[in-house]
């Protein structure tokens, strides 16, 4: 599965100049503006140094701007600038043709049948996950 979603990622980047992580994080900025970067970290998890990272590259690109927060000067507020609004449009497009060609020979049923299957697998990981933590803190 990783080795599927590192070389749909790469192709993705490579037709669209932005990676999945990016344009996720650009979309949330989208639907919650003015949020802080731990804000993004809890939602999407993502690790922080990760987070830092794609903000400090989507701030050099000019596709967002962090102001500091006027009642706790810790934290940086995030939103999209216009230039930014701009370019998550047309990388919505751009994601959903891409996401056509990915899906065009699988089938509706196929389809389905593939997202029950990805949900079961994160079920089981999310308790083997939990049980690796129960065991762990019943060690110490």
Not at 36 to 63: P, W, Y
Request: glycine fraction near 2%; proline fraction near 1%.
């Amino acid at each position: 599965m990783n080795t599927v979603y590192k070389e749909m990622n790469v192709h993705f980047e490579e037709e669209t100049g932005i990676s999945f992580t990016k344009l996720e994080i650009l979309f949330f900025i989208y639907g919650t503006p003015n949020l802080c970067q731990q804000d993004i970290q809890k939602k999407l998890a993502i690790d922080a140094a990760s987070v830092t990272r794609h903000l400090k590259k989507l701030e050099t690109d000019q596709f967002i701007q962090r102001v500091v927060d006027p009642t706790n000067k810790r934290f940086r507020r995030i939103s999209l600038t216009e230039k930014g609004r701009k370019e998550l449009k047309t990388m919505i497009t751009e994601k959903d043709k891409y996401e056509a060609q990915l899906f065009a020979n699988i089938s509706e049923d196929e389809l389905e049948q593939l997202w029950i299957t990805l949900n079961k697998l994160s079920i089981n990981s999310v308790k083997i996950t939990k049980e690796d933590d129960k065991n762990e803190s019943s060690r110490n």
